[in-house]
């Protein structure tokens, strides 16, 4: 076995997983607060990842303009979903509402489709090109810089969520709905709060994984893999996400380099198999407390 | 006196279809402690939330009379308003967020405050001045308290919001005897000290009746006696039914010598 492949296969897989891990992040996000399993959130990132291709590509900003105005336009999208679709379907079954966001997905790949046709497209270069070297091992400087800038929004939520009063206002808001009602916390503004947040790791890390791969209207389908991710980790759990963002990212990685790419989702949705007869709630999914 | 809270026959039908109110009146004076009393399943905790809007949360809604706090009627403001203005209900089971530290429990109950209210850290040494247990279990998960220190810090967190009433549901629910005392002694200080009103919903009657001024006494969703503290705890039937104090010789009576429906309770006439 050649340690060195291996070794770059891995490094690739693991930063690939950041990515990953972030998207995971923001579909968390959105379920611990408000119980909606957010099937859009690979077209969010699609449509963000267009936003960007329309800023930089069409209208020529400068990338570093255009990354940041695709974010904030992904974050209003889903504040915007959130506030028209979803909040009315409040107290409806939760496969509703389930079915409400697949129905959101497909409409966000038809109006891409529409205004950005359905062929394949490059987006505009903007990360450094120089290799990256770790060691021996050789990194693609675009998966590199892509893992930095998603693990910094990724330490950025973390430091927020546990240390900040808004942070405070989310996890209570995930604990007991009633409860953060009554202590005056406005729990339709967390909900929103939520989806633009969420939507917001979606649509950065939307950008930057076509930025290394390439962008078409069924660059959504990643959402199937971040699917694997957060049920393998846990619906609710932030560290999960995190954990086994990674883990999945190297796996699939892994899996694709060694017996070949059609066995990427085989081999994530088998894992995920093995990991639901073991741990039905995922590795960090909620267990209540007990008091003995 | 002028009063916080007014309830004017309210009628409360959940899914609509069950009704749990029937025409319930009832109201609390500025900085008094009001008791109302009741078994199982009268409509004490719907009360509650029929006045602080968590009702809609449970598919509950008022279809007749009018809640008035502070003399606005409160229908169709939403609960967090409703928190800021004034009005904190603490909900029966406590209700903390068990996965956040005690501390962080604390901070989620400042969204109650609104501007202009005194500084925070003050606030947080008056929770821990009154709870300084709380104040060692600060950094733990709310979780794993006790039960007793589970309900101090969801008094604590009332106490954050500063609110000029507070509602109590069954704060002595599954507390041993000597805590439910202890909880119910802080409840008579905040109402002492702080000047804050309190609207306290009980099955343990005669703890209540201890440290309300006045009283009323629900069954079936509507207030079927009510009156001052001490005539209550005078009354004959109070006595009976919910003191568990005998009717003749006054005496304490053992449950084998009860005899269920002896007579028929005055007020269903």
């Known amino acids: 076995m050649d340690w060195l492949f291996f070794g770059e296969i891995s490094l690739a897989g693991l930063a690939m997983g950041g990515l990953y891990a972030l998207i995971a992040l923001g579909f968390v996000i959105i379920y611990k607060a408000t119980r909606v399993i957010n099937f859009a959130i690979g077209e969010i990132m699609m449509f963000a990842a267009y936003l960007f291709l329309a800023f930089a590509g069409g209208m020529e900003m400068s990338p570093w303009i255009a990354l940041p105005l695709a974010v904030i336009g992904g974050s209003i999208l889903g504040g915007v979903i959130e506030k028209t679709i979803i909040r009315p379907m409040l107290g409806e079954s939760p496969i ?15 109006l891409v489709e529409f205004v950005w046709t359905a062929d394949p497209q490059l987006l505009p270069n903007f990360l450094p090109r120089e290799p990256v070297f770790i060691g021996e091992l050789y990194l ?27 942070g405070v206002a989310l996890r209570a808001t995930a604990s007991d709905q009633a409860a953060a009602y009554s202590m005056g916390i406005n729990v339709r503004r967390v909900f929103n ?70 066995y990427r989702m085989p081999a994530t949705f088998l894992v995920l198999a093995i990991i639901l007869v073991i741990r039905p709630y995922g590795l960090f999914g909620t267990h209540e407390i007990e008091r003995v | 006196m002028e009063a916080l809270l007014e309830i004017d026959n309210i009628e409360v039908v959940y899914n609509k279809s069950v009704q749990v109110l029937r025409g319930l009146s009832l109201r609390v004076p500025k900085g008094a402690i009001v008791a109302l009393l009741g078994s199982n399943g009268a409509g004490k905790s719907t009360t509650l939330k029929s006045v602080s809007g968590l009702l809609t949360l449970e ?36 209700r903390v967020f068990e996965d ?134 005078a009354n004959e039937d109070v006595q009976e039914f919910y003191l568990g104090v005998g009717g003749k010789e006054g005496e304490a009576r053992s449950y084998r010598d009860i005899k269920h429906y002896k007579r028929r309770k005055r007020w269903l006439s």
């Not at chain 1, 892509?146 to 430091?159: K, M, N, P, W």
Request: hydrophobic share 50%; glycine share 12%.
């Open chain 1, 96 to 110: 509703s509402v389930v079915m409400v966001t697949i129905g959101i997905a497909s409409i966000l790949v038809g």
């Open chain 1, 140 to 166: 693609a400087p675009k998966i590199a810089y892509g893992f930095l800038i998603g693990s910094a929004l990724l330490i950025v939520y973390l430091l927020y969520f546990r240390f900040s009063r808004g």
């Open chain 1, 193 to 262: 709060m939520a989806w633009v947040f969420g939507s917001l790791a979606a649509s950065l890390a939307g950008v930057l994984v076509a930025a290394t791969g390439g962008l078409s209207p069924q660059f959504g389908i990643i959402g199937l893999s971040v699917l694997v991710v957060v049920i393998v980790g846990g619906l609710d759990s932030i560290l999960g996400a995190l954990v086994a963002g990674v883990f999945i990212g190297w796996l699939e990685t892994v899996a694709g380099a060694y017996l070949g790419g059609e």
């Open chain 2, 59 to 94: 598919d509950g809604e008022v279809t007749a009379g009018e809640v008035r706090f502070r003399s606005k009627d409160v229908k169709g403001v939403p609960p967090e308003r409703l928190v800021r203005d004034g009005l904190f209900h603490v909900m029966e089971g406590r």
């Open chain 2, 100 to 233: 956040l530290t005690v501390e962080e429990n604390l901070i989620a109950a400042t969204y109650a405050l609104s501007g202009s209210k005194p500084s925070l850290s003050d606030s947080y040494e008056l929770v821990y001045n009154y709870f300084p247990r709380l104040k060692e279990r600060r950094k733990q998960l709310a979780g794993y308290l006790s039960g007793g220190e589970q309900q101090m810090l969801a008094l604590g967190r009332a106490l954050i919001a500063q609110p000029d009433l507070i509602m109590l549901d069954e704060p002595s629910l599954g507390l041993a005897p000597l805590l439910v005392e202890e909880i119910f002694t802080i409840v008579a200080r905040i109402n002492r000290e702080q000047g804050t009103a309190i609207l306290l919903v009980e099955q343990n009657a005669a703890v209540s009746l201890a440290v309300a001024s006045y009283g009323y006494i629900m069954e079936n969703g509507k207030i079927v006696i009510d009156g001052p503290a001490d005539k209550l705890t």
